[in-house]
């Protein structure tokens, strides 16, 4: 398995914004969310607002199949209707990005 954990700045006046983004995904675009993570190989993934007095971030965590059992990568990018939309809104919102070191994740053995 395979773990990222990343800190986000998000741009001033654009936490609302993303949140509904986020929301919408949620409520209305799960089955392309669903297979995004298919043909990435994530088995989790995990998006946390901080709110800040100077800034707002959010923790963005996704745990994976490792590199080597992922499927192979689609020439052209991605077909997923929410993977451009996802994008957009990423550069859109997204100021920074800090990787957070990972000490600890445990899984459930099987």
Aim: charged content about 30%; some cysteine; hydrophobic content about 40%.
């Amino acid at each position: 398995m395979e773990v990222q954990c990343l800190k986000v700045k998000i741009k001033p006046g654009m936490t609302q914004e993303f949140i509904d983004f986020v929301k919408d995904m949620q409520v209305n675009k799960m089955e392309f969310v669903y297979e995004t993570m298919r043909s990435e190989n994530i088995v989790v993934e995990s998006i946390f607002l901080e709110k800040g007095e100077d800034a707002d971030h959010i923790i963005f965590y996704t745990r994976s199949n490792s590199a080597d059992e992922a499927p192979e990568e689609r020439e052209g990018g991605s077909a997923i209707p929410v993977d451009t939309e996802a994008i957009e809104m990423l550069q859109k919102t997204w100021d920074s990005v800090q990787s957070l070191e990972v000490l600890f994740d445990a899984g459930r053995l099987p």
